[in-house]
């Protein structure tokens, strides 16, 4: 047993309106109320889009949630002249404490390296917040077997020149592409192997205070179907959870199964 906290974390990636914001949060907020749910047994963040983040900010604020809330992406810049970009200090003015990095939506549609997304890591870390590190491959490349050295090239390039303890401080979210979205999740053995790599990846790089202290979550169509079986894999410490966090009950009764 890890003194790890697990993290269900929900990418409502771009859906919702700020009023549609205002609904989930508060539904959620009372579905985990009426599961009795213990926050320092596991932590429940949400990840709306920009837009969306001073509406939850208001309503965490307001009602005392313990719920936290994040961003799906950060500038590297910290400010000035980047038309569209949005800075740490704007976010953790917001009460942001975590950013997503390097989601392979990212990687794909804006091109983004292993480079750029590990100085949006760093960035993140400086100012305070939780860097959120995606990772994950293609199907070509699962079917091609060397997934595991594909991930584990992903995070070493993300993390060049990290110190130990600055890579205790961050999470790692495995999401194999071929799993997002498509209702096909990985088996729990499939998420276990790769999440378990990365532990023993970090071991072996960062030494083994670093490696049990880093929290390492799995993402790709997770529901409460199957995230029992997830989380009670050794490696798993958590979800990053795209189309089932957009309902309340569904999002909340998986933050229920911590192991
Ligand atoms: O990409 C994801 C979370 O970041 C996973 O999305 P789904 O849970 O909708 O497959």
């Not at 974390?9 to 859906?15: F, Q, V």
């Not at 950013?99 to 760093?122: C, I, P």
């Not at 790769?194 to 071991?203: D, F, K, N, P």
Request: proline fraction near 3%; aromatic fraction near 6%.
């Amino acid at each position: 047993m890890s003194n790890r906290t697990p993290l269900m974390a929900g990418n409502w990636k771009m859906n919702l309106d700020h009023l549609e914001a205002n609904h989930l949060v508060q539904g959620l907020a009372m579905a985990l109320s009426d599961a009795g749910h213990d926050y320092s047994k596991c932590e429940v963040l949400v990840i709306p889009p920009f837009t969306d983040i001073r509406t939850v900010q208001t309503i965490v604020e307001a009602d005392s949630l313990d719920i936290k809330y994040g961003a799906q992406d950060v500038s590297i810049h910290d400010n000035g002249a980047y038309t569209g970009e949005i800075s740490t200090a704007m976010l953790t003015k917001l009460g942001c404490s975590y950013v997503v990095m390097g989601h392979s939506e990212r990687r794909e549609y804006h091109n983004e390296s292993d480079e750029l997304v590990g100085a949006k890591a760093r960035k993140v870390l400086d100012a305070g917040m939780t860097p959120i590190l995606c990772c994950g491959e293609a199907l070509e490349v699962r079917k091609a077997g060397t997934h595991v050295d594909f991930v584990l090239g992903q995070i070493r390039a993300a993390l060049a020149g990290w110190s130990a303890e600055d890579v205790a401080k961050i999470v790692i979210a495995y999401e194999p592409i071929w799993a997002i979205g498509t209702g096909e999740t990985a088996t729990a053995d499939d998420a276990q192997e790769v999440c378990g790599a990365i532990r023993e990846a970090l071991r072996a790089d960062f030494g083994d205070a670093t490696a049990d202290a880093t929290r390492i979550l799995y993402g790709g169509s997770a529901k409460p179907a199957n995230i029992k079986e997830l989380m009670a894999q050794p490696d798993i410490d958590g979800a990053l959870v795209g189309g089932a966090s957009l309902k309340a009950d569904s999002f909340a009764q998986m933050a229920g199964f911590y192991a």
